[in-house]
């Protein structure tokens, strides 16, 4: 006799019954010995054989008056537990949440849905290229969003990563001001750069080089932000600044310049060189870009040591009452002799100083 251990109790077991300890050999020889002696009988039911009269099947391992075999089974081999699956679950269910997880990630990789995807995103608000490291630089909530999401889901393509970008990519255009930084409208961007700046540094060091930044930045970005500006970026010893009014900006660098040349500092001179030109850049992730960024920046360099220039763009787009409610009048400049062409600015452009500050 054999005896199972070891098995798991409080459920319900399905059992095989009629299982015979006596080896597969024994029980085709039998087999076979009984085909010999009813070959006979072969083709007639059992009934006739033995007088005609029927009998009620007789249960593996038991004889006919109801009584165990002789030879019967005397082992029950539990073959599964019916219970053993928590909450009833069976292993078909398990296979089909398997199966449908499979399915849903062979989707998300399918690179004609991820095309389709895409091609969509250029129908929906904002910049269909959201989602590149230039689109997520710079502040704000869908680009912090993005940058987390990129460092969870990687680099590779999918179904679900579009999707998720397409969101975000109408998030940030309903943030956006409308029909601003879209390339169509008209922005004036600002730069300013102390003029020797690097070689006062050198001499004076590090301590007094940042404090002197501080106040620096304390003198001309609040009257930038007072008049509307916006702050994009700090290069250093200058800055960038975006306006949407041209006046607005015209106002602010002369409020800028005055507040500066009441610093105090040891052995220098604060003067600054500031450039406007007004254009239609492009906003892309908290920084803008384009030809008209270029230009304001070249338009600055022509300041030389610590003018104000704008560009004819600009001077054009000016209220009459501006200039002379500053006291300024505007100049032509003209390139000095040996000096070298301004590059990356239109061959037609003008440019003007302010004077009067």
């Known amino acids: 006799m054999a005896i199972i251990d070891d098995l798991p109790t409080g459920g319900r077991l399905r059992y ?96 004609d ?98 404090d002197f930044l501080r106040r620096v930045a304390t003198a001309i970005e609040p009257p930038i932000v007072d008049r509307g500006g916006r702050v994009i970026k700090r290069m250093g010893d200058g800055v960038m600044a975006v306006f949407l009014s041209p006046d607005a900006a015209v106002r602010a660098a002369i409020a800028a310049k005055r507040q500066l040349t009441a610093l105090d500092v040891p052995n220098y001179r604060p003067q600054m060189r500031i450039g406007l030109h007004t254009g239609s850049p492009r906003e892309i992730g908290g920084d803008w870009l384009g030809v008209d960024v270029t230009i304001a920046a070249r338009v600055m360099e022509a300041g030389g040591n610590g003018n104000t220039m704008i560009s004819q763009t600009t001077l054009d787009a000016l209220r009459p009452e501006t200039l002379d409610d500053l006291g300024c009048t505007v100049k032509p400049y003209r390139r000095g002799l040996f000096a070298a062409p301004l590059s990356g600015v239109p061959e037609d452009l003008k440019i003007f100083r302010l004077d009067g500050i």
């Open 113 to 210: 849905l991820i095309g389709v995807i895409r091609k969509a995103r250029e129908n929906l608000p904002g910049d269909p290229a959201f989602g590149d490291p230039l689109s997520v630089s710079g502040p704000g909530g869908p680009q912090a969003v993005a940058r987390a999401a990129d460092k969870l889901v990687g680099d590779s393509p999918s179904a679900a990563k579009e999707i998720g970008l397409g969101a975000l990519q109408v998030w940030q255009a309903m943030l956006e001001r409308v029909g601003r930084g879209k390339g169509s409208e008209p922005i004036t961007v600002m730069f300013t750069d102390l003029v020797s700046f690097s070689r006062w540094s050198l001499t004076a060091g590090d301590e007094a080089t940042l």
């Open 16 to 111: 095989a019954l009629g299982v015979s300890e006596s080896s597969s050999a024994d029980g085709e020889k039998a087999r076979r010995t009984g085909d010999t002696g009813n070959s006979a009988g072969a083709g007639e039911p059992q009934s006739a054989r033995d007088g005609g009269e029927s009998e009620e099947p007789v249960d593996a391992g038991r004889s006919p008056d109801g009584q165990a075999a002789e030879n019967g089974p005397d082992v029950v081999i539990p073959l599964e537990p019916v219970d053993a699956e928590p909450n009833g679950r069976r292993s078909g269910a398990r296979l089909r949440a398997g199966q449908l997880s499979a399915l849903m990630s062979a989707a998300n990789q399918r690179r």
